[in-house]
């Protein structure tokens, strides 16, 4: 499974003079938690997440001090370029997913700008995206990879599969136990393959 194959395209994006309130609205109407910021040529040149945005904009309620607060200082960041981080990772359209989900893990990111061969960014990928390739429905694996199996020229081999756990009955050299895996590995879903040969015919 790939990357380009689950992320989302043409992501929500800022630019570096977006207003910081602009860009508050823009992560909530789209219901994400952070964007890629661009420049104008399309490359990447920062992350801008919901923390960023709102860290130090919340005044103080003075109902809940029982004595006045001090003055407040309203001298908070106007635009995108004041509060975004630095881009210091991204993944390319055409790397593995275990790829992504390994970065996201050991930096503790939610999501990962995606880049083609020219470093343009072409999509976001997020933990969500990898959640909902893995809860994908049995039946829908078993008909993509069934379907896949018949093109490379083996329409008789028999897929099982059950919790994204897929079983292939049916290849009999190594030859066909390796384009079996490799086949299951490139639908969305799946997560163990097995690969068994059929039984003997009775005579």
Request: proline fraction near 6%.
């Amino acid at each position: 499974m790939l990357v380009r194959e689950i992320m989302t395209a043409a992501p929500v994006t800022a630019h570096k003079e977006t207003p910081v309130k602009e860009a508050l609205a823009m992560l909530r109407d789209h219901r994400i938690t952070a964007m890629p910021v661009v420049t104008s040529a399309g490359r990447v040149c920062g992350v801008v997440a919901e923390i960023d945005l709102i860290r130090d904009r919340v005044l103080p309620d003075p109902r809940a001090h029982v004595l006045p607060s001090g003055r407040v200082d309203d001298r908070h960041p106007a635009y995108v370029v004041d509060v975004m981080s630095p881009v210091t990772v991204a993944v390319r359209h055409n790397a593995e997913v275990a790829v992504a989900v390994d970065i996201m893990a050991e930096r503790a990111l939610k999501s990962l700008p995606v880049l083609d061969e020219d470093n343009m960014l072409v999509g976001i990928v997020s933990r969500s995206d990898v959640a909902s390739a893995l809860a994908r429905d049995d039946d829908a694996i078993d008909r993509e990879l069934t379907a896949l199996l018949a093109e490379f020229g083996h329409p008789e081999w028999l897929v099982v599969v059950a919790e994204g756990h897929v079983v292939i009955s049916g290849p009999a050299t190594a030859k066909e136990h390796a384009l079996a895996e490799q086949a299951a590995a490139t639908v969305a879903g799946v997560t163990r393959v097995r690969v068994i040969e059929a039984p003997a015919p009775r005579r």
